[in-house]
Every structure is written in C-alpha cells, then in structure tokens.
C-alpha cells in the first residue's frame, strides 16, 4: 500500500464497494456519496468507522443495518482488513489487518524523513505573514505564539506539497515611528543631565532608555545642541535598526526564518500607495466626502466604508494595509494566510472587503489567534522581574529555552487562549509534554545503539515484520500508519497544534510498547523487527519535531 494513506484506501473501497453494489442492483441508489470516515476514540470499536450505510438508508428509506451489512460483506474479502463489524444503527467498524501495517513500516524504511509528504507539488502559491511586530520595542510572548504558529504552519505546508513564502511585514512607517524617534530623543537629553518634558504619548520602556545610553556610550553629547526633531529623526534610524536586527536575533533563537521581509516604506517611497488608490478610483470602488477618499468596503459585506486617505492627505493604516495586499495578489500568490492578534478581530471584515475591491484575484484567509497568559507556580505573571514591565519573549526564551516555547506554543488551537506554565516547561518529567516527547526520541537512539553493541541491527524492508503481532505492536503500527492523514490534515485545516498532539500519542504508544515488549531478546529475527519498528518511530518522531521546530535529542 506504499504511498496510499490508509485513510483514502478505505474510503476508495468503500466508494468502489458501493459502485458494485449499484452495479448489481443491491443497492437501488444514484446519488453520489461523500464518505466519512473517522477513528473511534474506544478501541473496541475499531480503527476506523463509517457511517455511510446510514447516509445511503436514509435516501432509500431502508434499514441502515441491512445496507451495512450489504457493503461490510463487499469488503471482507479485502487484505486491509481483519475484521469489520456492525455497531449500532449501522455504523461500520474496521480493524485493520497486521499486512496493512507492515506495508506502512515498508514505506517508512524507504521514505524516511519524507515519509507522509507530498511529493507532487501542488498548483498555486502561499504567502504566509505572521508576527509582523512594529520595530519600536522588543516583542511580546504573543508575538512569539504567532511566530511558533507562523512558522510550523510554513514547514506543514511545505510537506504537504505546497509552494509557500514566509513574510515579515514591517511597520516602519507612520506616526509610531516619529514618536519612537522623540522618545529616544528625550531619554538622550535625560541621560545628559537636561531637564525634558517627555511627550505624553512616548514610549516609555526600560529599552528607549537602554538605547539612549547606548547613543551617549558611543557618541556623548555631539547631538546634545541639536533640536529634538533633528535629533529624533537621526535616532529614529539608528534606534529603528537596532530594535529590528533584535528582532531577528531573537527569532532566529527561535529558528523561525522568513524568506521575505517588507518595509512598509517601500509602499510610501515608491509611489506604489498612490497608484493602488488610482487603480480603485478608476474601478469605481472609491468616492470622496469631507475631504477624505473612502474605500466602499460595505459594497463586499463590511458594516461600514472605511477611509484610504485621510482630509489631510495622509494615508490611513488601512490604506496601507490596502496597497500592501495589492503587492501580494501582484506577485502572483493564490493564496494569503495573515496571522493576526486578537486585537484585529474587527479588522477582518474590511480587509477581506478590500481584497474584493482589488479583483478577487486571490483567495485572502485570516488566522486570529487568542492571546497568551503566563503562570508560574499556580500565580499568573504580568511583569518582568528585571523591568517591571511586561515580560518579553525574549526573557521567556532565555528562561525556558526555545524546544519548550516552541512546543507549549503551539500546543492549543489558535482561536482559544494558552495558559504558559513556566514550571512545567522548565521540567524534566513525563508531566511536561516536549520532555516526554523527546525523551521517547533519545530512549529509541540509545536502545539502537546499544543494540549494535550486541550486534543486532535495524535491518529496514528486510525485517520480519510478520512477528509483530502483540497488541503494543499493533497500536503503535497503527499511530505510525495514520502520520499522513495527520499531516494532510493539519495542513488542510491549518492547524499546527494536531502535530503536538499526535507527538506525545506517539510518543506514549512507544513507551507502553517499550515497557510491554523486550526488544532485545533471544529470538535474533524478533529482535531486528522491533528495533526496526522503533527506529520507524524515531524517524516520524523527529519529523513531527522538526515540523513543530523543536530538536530531536539523541541523549537526555
């Protein structure tokens, strides 16, 4: 069954099975069959169900357990199964045969790593663009949620065949940034002994502080008899760079790599702003009032108009926002996922409204993710020991270390909040999920290379998989065959929190194999079988890993 999921070998059956039967005149139905198939959370009640025989009884108004009956019957002859019962109403449940399985082990010996990726790239192109921080200030453990989410969900993609681009959006433009550059200004006069009204508005961070120092570290007082705008603007590029080179050390502490990162000046400098408002004023989608240029958002569901162009000239962050995904859809991706905060949920509406303004000539999905509180020790904390002020990702990062924030971000699905226990992550016990995860990954290297020591090997295709037969076998086989279905899935769905879960499935079904099966034994051809079967494991558990961007130990 080489390069087949499991999951769509059966519901092929199942759809030929049914073609026969109407065939044949068993089954007196022509409409078509959206198959579902789902694994049973009680293992008594298979590896698989379908309740397609109840969604063909209702259609011909006959007993679903007849209909059952009528394809299990079909497909009993089939290698992939062992058993397959009636349950209830009509549901069907099939086990799958020991053959399947070892089919399933075959493909891992020979595709490795690249076991459950798609070979065949698929049509199209994605741009991701996630974290998208402004680059006045350090990033908050938030920002490190959606680059985790960003990032895992690029590499998911890309195994599931798709042709994918990652992308920073720098927000380098606007009036954010003029108050960043005043503010170093005034920390500068400050830290020189010159008495400074601050502005009212400024950023107030121990990190303007610790940039103005930094400045008078390096250059004293040569800009001290400068005006403050003079000296604002030439601290605001300094500063500017120096948050933004940060920034990138820190995520690249993360492993997170972009393959593109925008300047929002680029919009402004180059013209390119101005001309996407001309293109939209020529399709008609803009109109005029009280001085500002509207963009006619309520025209694609948007519950208002929202301005482009503000009375005084100066283009609004929406506006931006508008020209930046004309570039996009420009450069020819079919397909923009933004990750987003929370704090942009309102902003979903217009954006999507603006993309159909542009010609709907790309498909525009949003990811809006929950923000993330953490604890530690049962108290939630706010502050940072060291500031006073929130804690940073980068402090979270030099606490835990990457593997764990990496992993505990992305264990909930974005749309709920995640609660981050400091303790918990720091632990080498079972109760932290990425230390049992990895510790199932050194456990499988260490017994390899002990094994080798008594000259007993991982054999590949040739090992005598026919003498895996004891339950803990089984299920682990089981969890190893279902790594594409799980894969597509999550890419499908862009859920990158499936591959934590999967992970620490598969991570407990080996330690209770391990625990209930001897892998070095007396039997030579049972031996290399096992071993065979863990290294399978470790192979898709270092997949799993890398997907989700955490290291795969050999030693613990």
């Given at each position: 069954?080489?390069?087949?999921?499991?999951?769509?070998?059966?519901?092929?059956?199942?759809?030929?099975?049914?073609?026969?039967?109407?065939?044949?005149?068993?089954?007196?139905w022509?409409?078509?069959?959206?198959?579902?198939?789902?694994?049973p959370?009680?293992?008594?009640?298979?590896?698989?169900?379908?309740?397609?025989?109840?969604?063909?009884?209702?259609?011909?108004?006959?007993?679903?357990?007849?209909?059952?009956?009528?394809?299990?019957?079909?497909?009993?002859?089939?290698?992939?199964?062992?058993?397959?019962?009636?349950?209830?109403?009509?549901?069907?449940?099939?086990?799958?045969?020991?053959?399947?399985?070892?089919?399933?082990?075959?493909?891992?010996?020979?595709?490795?790593?690249?076991?459950?990726?798609?070979?065949?790239?698929?049509?199209?192109?994605?741009?991701?663009?996630?974290?998208?921080a402004?680059?006045?200030?350090?990033?908050?453990?938030?920002?490190?949620?959606?680059?985790?989410?960003?990032?895992?969900?690029?590499?998911?993609?890309?195994?599931?065949?798709?042709?994918?681009?990652?992308?920073?959006?720098?927000?380098?433009?606007?009036?954010?940034?003029?108050?960043?550059?005043?503010?170093?200004?005034?920390?500068?006069?400050?830290?020189?002994?010159?008495?400074?009204?601050?502005?009212?508005?400024?950023?107030?961070?121990?990190?303007?502080?610790?940039?103005?120092?930094?400045?008078?570290?390096?250059?004293?007082?040569?800009?001290?008899?400068?005006s403050?705008?003079?000296?604002?603007?030439?601290?605001?590029?300094?500063?500017?760079?120096?948050?933004?080179?940060?920034?990138?050390?820190?995520?690249?502490?993360?492993?997170?790599?972009?393959?593109?990162?925008?300047?929002?000046?680029?919009?402004?400098?180059?013209?390119?702003?101005?001309?996407t408002?001309?293109?939209?004023?020529?399709?008609?989608?803009?109109?005029?009032?009280?001085?500002?240029?509207?963009?006619?958002?309520?025209?694609?569901?948007?519950?208002?108009?929202?301005?482009?162009?503000?009375?005084?000239?100066?283009?609004?962050?929406?506006?931006?926002?508008?020209?930046?995904?004309?570039?996009k859809?420009?450069?020819?991706?079919?397909?923009?996922?933004?990750?987003?905060?929370?704090?942009?949920?309102?902003?979903v509406?217009?954006?999507?409204?603006?993309?159909?303004?542009l010609?709907?000539?790309?498909?525009?999905e949003?990811?809006?993710?929950?923000?993330?509180?953490?604890?530690?020790?049962?108290?939630?904390?706010?502050?940072?020991?060291?500031?006073?002020?929130?804690?940073?990702?980068?402090?979270?990062?030099?606490?835990?270390?990457?593997?764990?924030?990496?992993?505990?971000?992305?264990?909930?699905?974005?749309?709920?909040?995640?609660?981050?226990?400091?303790?918990?992550?720091?632990?080498?016990?079972?109760?932290?999920?990425?230390?049992?995860?990895?510790?199932?990954?050194?456990?499988?290297?260490?017994?390899?290379?002990?094994?080798?020591?008594?000259?007993?090997f991982?054999?590949?295709?040739?090992?005598?998989?026919?003498?895996?037969?004891?339950?803990?076998?089984?299920?682990?086989?089981?969890?190893?065959?279902?790594?594409?279905?799980?894969?597509?899935?999550?890419?499908?769905?862009?859920?990158?929190?499936?591959?934590?879960?999967?992970?620490?499935?598969?991570?407990?079904?080996?330690?209770?194999?391990?625990?209930?099966?001897?892998?070095i034994?007396?039997?030579?051809?049972?031996?290399e079988?096992?071993?065979?079967?863990?290294?399978?494991?470790?192979?898709?558990?270092?997949?799993?890993?890398?997907?989700?961007?955490?290291?795969?130990?050999?030693?613990?």
């Amino acid at each position: 069954m080489k390069g087949i999921r499991i999951k769509n070998k059966i519901i092929d059956l199942i759809n030929g099975s049914v073609d026969d039967l109407r065939k044949s005149g068993k089954i007196e139905w022509e409409g078509s069959l959206e198959i579902e198939l789902e694994q049973p959370k009680d293992k008594a009640h298979g590896d698989w169900s379908t309740n397609s025989a109840l969604i063909i009884a209702s259609k011909l108004k006959k007993n679903p357990r007849e209909i059952a009956e009528i394809i299990a019957g079909d497909l009993s002859e089939s290698e992939l199964f062992k058993k397959i019962e009636i349950a209830g109403p009509g549901f069907i449940n099939f086990w799958l045969s020991e053959s399947s399985l070892y089919d399933s082990l075959k493909e891992i010996c020979v595709k490795k790593e690249r076991y459950g990726h798609v070979a065949d790239e698929k049509t199209g192109k994605i741009q991701v663009e996630f974290v998208s921080a402004n680059p006045v200030g350090p990033m908050h453990v938030g920002h490190g949620r959606w680059a985790a989410v960003g990032d895992s969900l690029v590499r998911l993609l890309r195994a599931a065949g798709y042709n994918v681009e990652s992308e920073f959006y720098i927000n380098d433009f606007g009036n954010q940034m003029k108050i960043f550059g005043h503010s170093v200004a005034a920390r500068y006069q400050e830290g020189l002994g010159r008495e400074i009204e601050f502005p009212d508005e400024g950023y107030q961070g121990h990190y303007v502080k610790e940039i103005a120092k930094e400045i008078i570290d390096k250059d004293g007082d040569r800009f001290l008899d400068m005006s403050i705008e003079e000296q604002a603007e030439i601290f605001l590029e300094r500063a500017y760079h120096q948050v933004l080179d940060h920034l990138k050390s820190i995520l690249n502490g993360m492993d997170v790599h972009f393959d593109k990162w925008f300047s929002e000046r680029e919009l402004h400098n180059s013209g390119y702003m101005e001309k996407t408002f001309e293109q939209l004023k020529e399709t008609g989608h803009t109109y005029e009032d009280e001085g500002a240029l509207w963009l006619k958002t309520t025209e694609y569901g948007d519950d208002k108009d929202r301005v482009l162009v503000r009375a005084n000239g100066e283009p609004t962050y929406f506006g931006a926002d508008v020209a930046y995904h004309r570039d996009k859809i420009e450069r020819g991706f079919t397909k923009i996922i933004d990750i987003w905060g929370a704090d942009h949920h309102g902003y979903v509406g217009r954006m999507k409204a603006a993309i159909s303004a542009l010609g709907d000539r790309s498909s525009l999905e949003i990811i809006i993710g929950q923000l993330v509180n953490l604890y530690s020790g049962g108290r939630q904390i706010r502050m940072s020991k060291r500031t006073g002020e929130m804690v940073t990702l980068e402090e979270l990062l030099n606490e835990v270390g990457k593997d764990p924030v990496r992993y505990f971000f992305l264990m909930r699905s974005t749309d709920t909040p995640l609660d981050f226990d400091i303790e918990l992550a720091k632990s080498e016990t079972s109760e932290n999920p990425v230390y049992y995860v990895q510790y199932a990954h050194a456990r499988i290297c260490s017994i390899i290379k002990n094994a080798e020591k008594n000259h007993l090997f991982v054999v590949g295709e040739r090992a005598q998989f026919h003498l895996l037969k004891e339950e803990p076998e089984i299920s682990l086989m089981i969890v190893l065959a279902n790594w594409p279905m799980v894969l597509a899935k999550a890419a499908e769905k862009r859920r990158p929190y499936r591959l934590t879960k999967y992970a620490e499935e598969l991570a407990s079904n080996f330690h209770h194999f391990y625990h209930e099966c001897r892998v070095i034994n007396d039997d030579k051809g049972l031996s290399e079988a096992r071993l065979t079967l863990i290294d399978c494991t470790r192979i898709v558990l270092a997949n799993v890993l890398y997907l989700i961007g955490v290291s795969s130990p050999e030693t613990m």
